[in-house]
């Protein structure tokens, strides 16, 4: 157990619908990453927060919005689903404001667009 | 930009084989290199690290060194067994907040 538990551990849903993955990060960390991982893409960077406050955003969707909350827990809300949209999820935190140290990773949420 | 490439696999050894998989990447600055591993069904786990040319991350009988001159970041280990299965991710990270991965590098060990 890496101590960062992601909800739910799969999900199957429609197209044109809207889902949220949840996430809680390790105990004592202030940020929170989230992950695409996907077969033709492989691991993308989609948005991080620390501390509440949005700090970095890398090729999220428009359809994609995240927040983290005053607990540090962080929900992704994804709309408008489509195909492609099937993929790995994956929520990582760390300490500080910067992963340079390194990230614990959830294990992830598996979603399914049908 | 930044980019991290990875030798494709999958990659099939035999127990107590020798293990290299080759990392190099391009990048803004001095970054910083990890090596992640995916279990199946998990999520990834840091392996190991280096964060200065030079450097030499090492976990479990793996190793990385960090060559500035080839920009490389290869892992190697010197006797791979059954539990060594899974899938390898180089990543770099250029001091900010995201990492580049590489598509990853499957391994299987045949006993």
């Known amino acids: 157990d890496s101590g960062v538990t992601q909800t739910p551990k799969h999900l199957i849903t429609a197209t044109g619908q809207r889902v949220t993955l949840r996430c809680s990060p390790r105990?004592?960390?202030?940020?929170v990453y989230w992950y695409q991982q996907s077969l033709d893409q492989g691991l993308q960077f989609l948005i991080q927060y620390y501390n509440g406050e949005e700090r970095a955003k890398g090729n999220i969707l428009e359809r994609f919005s995240a927040q983290q909350f005053p607990d540090l827990h962080s929900e992704l809300n994804l709309s408008s689903l489509e195909l492609g949209d099937s993929a790995l999820y994956f929520c990582?935190?760390?300490?500080?404001?910067?992963?340079?140290?390194?990230?614990?990773f959830g294990s992830g949420t598996r979603l399914t667009v049908v | 930009g930044n980019s991290v490439t990875q030798m494709e696999g999958p990659v099939t050894l035999s127990e107590e084989a020798f293990l290299t998989i080759n990392c190099t990447y391009t990048?803004?600055?001095?970054?910083?290199l990890f090596w992640y591993v995916q279990y199946p069904g998990e999520g990834l786990q840091l392996l190991l690290k280096?964060?200065?040319?030079?450097d030499k991350g090492s976990n479990k009988g793996f190793e990385a060194t960090y060559r500035k001159e080839t920009t490389s970041f290869h892992l190697e280990k010197g006797s791979v067994q059954v539990s060594d299965s899974a899938v390898y991710f180089c990543a770099l990270i250029p001091g900010g907040n995201q990492f580049y991965f590489g598509t990853g590098t499957s391994l299987t060990v045949i006993p």
């Open positions: 105990s004592g960390d202030l940020s």
């Open positions: 990048a803004t600055g001095y970054p910083s």
């Open positions: 280096a964060t200065k040319a030079d």
């Open positions: 990582a935190s760390s300490v500080v404001g910067t992963g340079v140290y390194g990230y614990t």
